[in-house]
């Protein structure tokens, strides 16, 4: 069993930066590939980031490209999200999610695709 704690939200201004962290309490986390997922009121669970097994792959939403990195420190068991150039749209709940897939079979822009979820950390950037 993958448990799965994100960390790092908050109330940040237009314009400024968050980083959030999710651990996995996992023996190896590398076994893993890992997304990050945001959900706003009313509107559906949408893809952000996601990232490889080994971090030679990063994946990223086009409304956060240039914006948003997505990184893995495996010895920590730990992944990143980190976030510039905030907007009011980016305010959302943010979900960790980690997903067993092979890469031939894994689709990282689907939430089904994952099996282990946070329990989110709330994101709210003010205008």
């Known amino acids: 069993q993958v448990q799965l704690v994100e960390s790092g939200g908050g109330l940040v201004q237009a314009g400024g930066s968050l980083r959030l962290s999710c651990a996995a309490s996992?023996?190896?986390?590398?076994?893993?590939?890992m997304g990050w997922f945001r959900q706003a009121p009313g509107k559906d669970r949408e893809f952000v980031a996601a990232?490889?097994?080994?971090?030679?792959?990063?994946y990223n939403a086009e409304s956060v490209k240039g914006r948003f990195t997505i990184s893995r420190d495996n010895a920590k068991n730990t992944v990143y999200l980190q976030m510039n150039r905030l907007e009011p749209e980016d305010t959302a709940t943010y979900y960790c999610?980690?997903?067993?897939?092979?890469?031939?079979?894994?689709?990282?822009?689907?939430?089904?695709?994952?099996?282990?979820w946070g329990q989110g950390t709330q994101v709210t950037v003010s205008s």
């Open positions: 999610a980690a997903s067993w897939r092979s890469p031939s079979t894994w689709s990282e822009r689907v939430p089904n695709n994952y099996g282990y």
């Open positions: 996992v023996r190896t986390v590398s076994d893993y590939n």
């Open positions: 990232i490889s097994r080994s971090g030679s792959a990063t």
